[in-house]
């Protein structure tokens, strides 16, 4: 079956420190990949995606995610977190379909 | 980025009314939208795919006669709960995909229902 997972349900991490969120897909095929961010009571805000070629992607808000076929993994990555990272951040992989199907959600908490 | 807004952001209902949630997409065209639904905590389930001018493709365990989905131009769809029960209170989302490029869907804000 398809799937994507997020291991970790929260990741905490001082400000100024770079962060890693963790995403694990499971797809037959090529996967396209996507980070999405959520803060509280609003919808999902696009951030990166995978589609091909480059491994690293970069997205908004200095966010970045490397696609590791071999791992497959796509990790959201940022070099210097900031207190207004703090959201919930999902990874989601496009079906052929054209369904997303997104992990469980990582939430962030950046401490000043 | 592409803006798609829902209406309402928040609604409380009495148990047996019918809710309307309506999605636009304000800068875009969107041949495709989709409804999801958030519990507490929890990751976004899809409910439905909207497809503009045909009748919307559900979920296995989404019951569309209790979930009605309407996709009548290029720039909104609809949601209505028909008959909602206190266990229909979510978060609802929706999201559109841009016409011509498959790959990226851009979400509104959400509408959290209450049914009481």
């Not at chain 2, 559900?58 to 019951?63: A, F, R």
């Not at chain 2, 028909?82 to 979400?107: K, M, N, W």
Request: proline share 4%; net charge positive.
């Amino acid at each position: 079956a398809q799937s994507v997972a997020q291991p970790e349900d929260q990741v905490n991490v001082a400000e100024g420190n770079p962060l890693t969120v963790k995403c694990t897909y499971s797809v037959s095929g090529n996967p396209y990949l996507f980070w999405y961010v959520q803060y509280p009571n609003r919808g999902l805000q696009f951030l990166l995606k995978y589609i091909t070629g480059d491994n690293l992607v970069k997205g908004s808000y200095g966010f970045e995610a490397e696609f590791n076929k071999s791992q497959t993994s796509f990790h959201l990555k940022k070099p210097s977190a900031l207190v207004s990272d703090s959201a919930l951040y999902f990874c989601a992989v496009r079906l052929n379909t054209d369904k997303l199907i997104f992990g469980t959600g990582t939430r962030l908490q950046v401490f000043p | 980025g592409a803006v798609v807004s829902q209406h309402p952001s928040r609604v409380i209902c009495k148990s047996g009314t019918s809710v309307k949630i309506e999605c636009r997409s304000l800068d875009f065209q969107a041949t495709t939208m989709f409804w999801y639904r958030q519990f507490p905590k929890k990751s976004l389930m899809l409910m439905a795919t909207s497809n503009e001018g045909s009748k919307a493709t559900y979920e296995q365990g989404v019951e569309k006669d209790k979930f009605l989905i309407n996709h009548a131009s290029l720039t909104l769809s609809t949601l209505t709960v028909t008959s909602a029960h206190p266990e229909d209170s979510s978060f609802y989302i929706c999201s559109s995909r841009l016409a011509g490029v498959l790959d990226t869907q851009y979400f509104g804000p959400g509408t959290r229902l209450t049914v009481l």
